[in-house]
């Protein structure tokens, strides 16, 4: 079954370039501003949308995301609202991709085959779930994937090559390649080494691969399109929320951050 998510990478290949993967957590600072920064993403470039699922518990998120989800939280962000912000999205948005990225307890709490069949409904193409391993398939990845939604797998600098084709079963839309040994927005990476990966997890897997944690300008998400199929933002974005003392001047400045890194992918033909 082809998703919204297959049918980007596809076009994209087409047109010769990567993707720009933007990351933002739902409901934050709140639902309606929320829902203005989701809509004003495509505009400003973004190709795919990875919205986070806020939990209390996030292992794998640096203190930007962290704090982004602790301000979901707050604004009384839950599951069901998550939905709710995609099933308003998609009024206006039919054709960009949407991914769910985030935690199991909140999935399991919710049921499993209740949130796959509202997921579906409301519009989302792809789950994240940074916390299940491919030895807990039958959880989650299966029933997504019967369900017509990608199961997007994580791979980092410490998957081996024993690790691998472990890593690549059962996963789909395309892999995400973690740059850094370490959590969200820790760190930049280095383009040769990333290079090196990338080219070892190539010969494992027709996926597309996109490359993230640690990419905070145009001219870092340009070096990792020149390599990789697409570049994946997140802890930059989520600061400009952070950082802005208006929810306006929250929306703007991260529309134009997104505006500037969607140019830095863009510019590299490939």
């Not at 518990?57 to 995301?65: E, H, K, L, T, Y």
């Not at 709710?84 to 049921?111: A, Q, V």
């Not at 499993?112 to 398939?137: C, H, N, T």
Request: charged share 25%; net charge negative.
């Amino acid at each position: 079954m082809e998703t919204r998510i297959d049918r980007r990478f596809k076009a994209l290949k087409d047109q010769g370039r990567a993707a720009f993967v933007s990351f933002v957590m739902a409901g934050d600072p709140d639902h309606d501003t929320s829902l203005r920064i989701l809509e004003g993403l495509p505009k400003a470039g973004a190709d795919i949308i990875e919205i986070g699922m806020p939990f209390t518990d996030p292992m794998a998120d640096g203190p930007a995301v962290q704090q982004a989800g602790l301000r979901a939280l707050a604004a009384g962000t839950t599951l069901k609202s998550t939905l709710e912000l995609i099933r308003s999205f998609r009024k206006t948005d039919n054709d960009t991709p949407i991914i769910l990225m985030g935690y199991y307890n909140p999935i399991y709490s919710y049921g499993v085959d209740k949130f796959l069949g509202d997921a579906k409904e409301a519009g989302v193409d792809g789950l994240i779930v940074v916390d299940l391993p491919s030895e807990e398939d039958a959880e989650l990845c299966l029933p997504a994937k019967e369900a017509g939604i990608n199961f997007i797998r994580l791979a980092t600098p410490t998957t081996d090559d024993k690790r691998l084709p472990s890593v690549l079963q059962n996963s789909s839309g395309f892999l995400y390649y973690v740059s850094i040994a370490g959590t969200t927005g820790a760190a930049a990476p280095k383009a040769s080494d990333v290079d090196v990966a990338l080219k070892r997890i190539r010969a494992a897997t027709d996926l597309p691969i996109a490359v993230g944690f640690g990419i905070r300008s145009g001219q870092q998400a340009a070096e990792i399109a020149e390599i990789a199929d697409g570049a994946v933002v997140g802890s930059a974005l989520v600061e400009c929320i952070a950082n802005a003392k208006t929810k306006d001047e929250a929306v703007s400045s991260l529309l134009k951050l997104a505006s500037e890194l969607s140019a830095g992918v863009q510019s590299v033909s490939k």
